[in-house]
């Protein structure tokens, strides 16, 4: 195993392991990949399990305390989004910031607040109107992280940040992200962004701080937003694997029958 690959940086997903192939995954990747969502699968039907038992306690969270802190950082990334972004877009990646947050409370992990933010908020940025290149020349998340790196070190911040900003984004699509491999910024990324689409996690949130954040930040429209039953994804990155194991069919509505939603 070469250093780089010790650290996490050539890994599956990362911006140095993409730079070459697209984001074309190897027979042996395409293994971890369908091993990353069964171990989320996995844990999911352990959680309703534990649910059922009554041994699962969803931790409570103020909803408001869980806004990003006002800094540099967050209002480039905002700004950016504010400005890429549809609205249906925009709210999955809200959500995908505060359902990233509240795992991390219920869990107890710690992260640097406006880093995930700004993973978090612009992780589809490559899913937006004009961006380029597109889905069928490269992986979105790896061509959305090159973008997100570039834009934040034209700002003035660290390389070090657009770095990991950067890789977070790159990351997303690996379907569970070690946190011990590549951080807790880009593992909540990952997390926040399965639990909107698929509910993974779900249960582990307080119920209304669940409703307040799909009252705030509605689902209308996500499915179509990422283009997830008409996008013509690079063959054999992991968003086509993906798909192809669905059959190409959307998800059903994971919080349809969450109690009090509006």
């Known amino acids: 195993m070469s250093q780089l690959d010790f650290q996490g940086i050539g890994a599956m997903g990362t911006l140095v392991w993409g730079a070459g192939n697209c984001g074309e995954l190897g027979r042996l990747e395409k293994v971890q990949l369908i091993g990353n969502l069964a171990y989320v699968q ?7 399990l534990r649910q059922h038992l009554g041994l699962l306690r969803p931790t409570a969270t103020v909803f408001d305390d869980l806004f990003p802190p006002r800094c540099a950082l967050v209002d480039d990334a905002l700004q950016l989004a504010q400005e890429t972004h549809e609205e249906a877009l925009l709210f999955h990646s809200w959500r995908t910031y505060f359902f990233g947050a509240m795992l991390a409370a219920h869990e107890r992990i710690e992260y640097d607040p406006p880093l995930f933010f700004a993973a978090a908020i612009l992780h589809d940025v490559a899913l937006t109107k004009d961006h380029s290149p597109h889905l069928c020349e490269r992986c979105f998340a790896l061509s959305g992280g090159d973008r997100v790196r570039d834009f934040l070190n034209a700002k003035g911040h660290p390389h070090e940040v657009g770095s990991k900003v950067g890789n977070a984004i790159a990351l997303h699509l690996n379907g569970w992200v070690s946190r011990k491999r590549h951080g807790a ?22 119920q209304d701080t669940l ?12 499915i179509e937003a990422l283009q997830f039953e008409v996008a013509k994804h690079r063959q054999d990155t992991r968003a086509a694997v993906m798909t192809g194991l669905s059959g190409g069919k959307a998800p059903p509505d994971p919080f349809r029958n969450v109690p009090g939603r509006s």
């Open 185 to 206: 910024e880009a593992h909540l990324v990952s997390r926040g962004a399965v639990c909107d689409l698929f509910g993974a996690g779900r249960r582990r949130f307080a």
């Open 211 to 222: 409703v307040q954040v799909l009252t705030r930040f509605p689902r209308d429209g996500v």
């Open 42 to 48: 996995v844990r999911e039907a352990v959680d309703g």
